[in-house]
């Protein structure tokens, strides 16, 4: 528990930057002034933030008084500027796909991409509180559903449904301009014995018993526009939704129980009100609510998409995260409710950034072994550990043999039975927004004489989970009724 500064001592951004570092360090704030508990201050410092490097390796200033823990306010700004890629929306730099390249990253450019820096920073507050406690009473919501201590989720873009020997037409192009002579025979082999078999269903069903052999429920973004000529000579829409073979594979999914949201085309980036007729449409096929959104070839304008995905009704986006390389676009390993730089105010729109994706080594990376790709997958995946996070990672379903990928399967099930073995949490995107909505809604309002909390949550978590308080050896001391 702890008690913040003053809500109108701080600026907008950093009311926000400092209820992203309470809820990523899972401290409740307590209302009842009476109550003696660790206090926060935000302190005055002059001149600017130092820079990146010097705050992660200064543990971010962090001060530790008798029950006290200090920020200067420079900092606390930083990690706000941090967390809403500042750098990126005002960059007017774009690659030939119209996205903001990862350079003008701010954590790229410090070489501080691989690890989220934000979250680390959210485990330092919370050493300082446990170190300056004293004899206050400490109480920390418990980070995961069921007693985990981190989570992961898995995800998956639909980008090929028809015409898949064009796909495998150009992806042996792409191995041919890489000289991988022995992959294009594999690939040339699976591809002809794969005619009439429909490899691109049976690929979905493949990753789908995979999962469902750990138990593990995934969210699968689906492309619902009317594809062109034009729009497949981009790489945009390659397939109709409504089409049979689309229709076929939606049906597996809601069968399987699997998450289905929104693989925003192209154009949905600029016009956004492209957001809800696409999320209609794709509502008619498979049932409302289609919560989650994620943009196609992550092609997104900061400010103005996430908008038109607020406005379209969406819950959550899952489009935060490099198309060339893995690691932490904002530096956080868990869901963060998104910010709008323009008008400085949280949108009701939460982002559940992914650290991992399959073709960012083999696209942009030049390595061709999907078991290298995966080892960075499972090394991603022991950072979000470390620091009680979650995990987000997309596969491509179409990575299989026939489709230009032979050994992909098997990594992406080595990848699979190495994050289960150590023991995540693990749901579909919606339930791990649903989640963090209600741990970061929890407040403690008053500590009973007999040492009892009186603790409320204005959002419920998700049925049949329910919040607990733990202390710092994270025995429960108390459960909160749903
Ligand atoms: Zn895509």
């Keep these: 528990m702890i008690r913040l500064p003053p809500q109108e001592s701080l600026t907008d951004i950093e009311r926000y930057a400092l209820g992203l570092l309470i809820d990523l360090a899972r401290i409740p704030p307590v209302e009842d002034p009476s109550v003696d508990v660790v206090r926060l201050l935000v302190v005055?410092?002059?001149?600017?933030?130092?820079?990146?490097?010097?705050c992660v390796a200064r543990d971010w200033y962090l001060e530790r008084g008798d029950g006290t823990v200090s920020l200067p306010r420079p900092v606390l700004r930083r990690i706000g500027e941090v967390a809403t890629a500042r750098t990126e929306w005002r960059s007017t730099s774009r690659d030939r796909y119209d996205r903001v390249p990862a350079r003008e990253n701010e954590l790229v450019q410090a070489g501080l991409a691989s690890d989220p820096v934000i979250s680390r920073a959210a485990v330092a507050l919370r050493t300082a509180v446990i170190a300056t406690a004293g004899r206050r009473p400490l109480a920390f919501v418990a980070p995961w559903p069921d007693g985990r201590r981190w989570a992961a989720a898995f995800t998956h873009d639909l980008d090929v449904v028809a015409y898949w020997p064009l796909f495998t037409l150009l992806r042996i192009a792409e191995l041919t301009r890489k000289g991988e002579l022995r992959r294009i025979g594999r690939v040339a082999l699976a591809a002809v014995s794969a005619i009439g078999r429909d490899p691109v269903a049976r690929a979905v069903r493949g990753v789908l018993d995979d999962e469902c052999a750990h138990g593990i429920v995934s969210t699968w973004f689906v492309l619902c526009g009317t594809p062109s000529f034009a729009t497949m000579r981009a790489g945009d829409l390659t397939y109709r939704s409504e089409g049979r073979a689309a229709q076929?594979?939606?049906?597996?999914?809601?069968?399987?129980?699997?998450e289905i949201g929104l693989h925003g085309s192209f154009a949905t980036a600029d016009r956004d009100e492209l957001f809800r007729e696409q999320r209609g449409r794709l509502e008619r096929l498979v049932g409302p609510p289609v919560r989650g959104v994620r943009q196609h070839f992550l092609r997104l304008r900061a400010g103005a998409t996430p908008r038109g995905m607020a406005a379209a009704g969406f819950r959550y986006d899952s489009t935060c995260g490099f198309f060339d390389r893995n690691g932490f676009r904002v530096g956080i390993a868990d869901v963060v409710p998104l910010w709008d730089p323009s008008a400085q105010r949280s949108l009701g729109l939460d982002e559940a950034p992914f650290c991992w994706m399959d073709r960012t080594l083999s696209k942009y990376g030049g390595v061709e072994d999907p078991a290298t790709w995966v080892a960075d997958g499972a090394a991603l995946a022991e950072t979000c550990r470390q620091v009680e996070g979650l995990w987000v990672g997309v596969w491509h379903p179409n990575l299989s043999p026939p489709l230009g990928y032979p050994d992909a399967p098997d990594a992406f099930r080595s990848l699979l039975s190495r994050i289960a073995a150590q023991g995540p949490f693990l749901g579909p995107l919606r339930t791990m927004v649903e989640w963090r909505a209600a741990r970061r809604s929890l407040r403690v309002r008053h500590l009973l004489p007999d040492g009892r909390f009186d603790a409320e949550a204005v959002v419920s978590p998700?049925?049949?989970?329910?919040?607990?308080?733990?202390?710092p050896s994270h025995r429960v001391l108390a459960t909160l009724n749903r």
């Design 248 to 258: 076929a594979i939606l049906d597996t999914l809601t069968e399987r129980g699997s």
């Design 462 to 471: 998700p049925a049949p989970q329910s919040l607990t308080l733990e202390d």
């Design 44 to 54: 005055e410092r002059d001149g600017a933030a130092p820079d990146l490097r010097t």
